[in-house]
């Protein structure tokens, strides 16, 4: 199992940079694929981005690719630039046992979110 607590979040105005971290707990952490996911308000949950194991395998959704980086230590971030106002969402980060994914379904364990505001 792996616990995962993320931070990082907070308000930005358009076209500003937030870093997301995400510290995970428990041995087995760098065996899992790990994303980023986020809900926006009113809307449902949806992928951002994903990275393997290993950190070999990068994967974005169309809004997050030239902008969004996932990378991975000890830890795993996500660097978010040229921020847009719809990019005003909580967000997860997660865990899957699959290897890497970029469906919501595929993650097992998630954090408690961390609220991202990008004022217009």
């Known amino acids: 199992q792996v616990a995962l607590v993320e931070s990082g979040g907070g308000l930005v105005q358009t076209g500003g940079s937030l870093r997301l971290s995400c510290a995970a707990s428990g041995r087995t952490f760098s065996t899992y694929g790990m994303g980023w996911l986020r809900q926006p308000p009113g809307k449902e949950r949806e992928f951002v981005a994903a990275?393997?194991?290993?950190?070999d395998r990068t994967s974005y959704a169309d809004s997050a690719e030239g902008r969004f980086t996932i990378s991975r230590d000890i830890a795993l971030y996500l660097q978010m630039n040229s921020l847009k106002p719809e990019d005003t969402a909580v967000y997860y980060c997660?865990?899957?046992?699959?290897?890497?994914?970029?469906?919501?379904?595929?993650?097992?364990?998630w954090g408690q979110g961390t609220q991202v505001t990008v004022s217009s």
């Open positions: 997660a865990a899957t046992g699959r290897g890497f994914s970029n469906y919501n379904y595929a993650y097992g364990y």
């Open positions: 990275i393997s194991w290993n950190g």
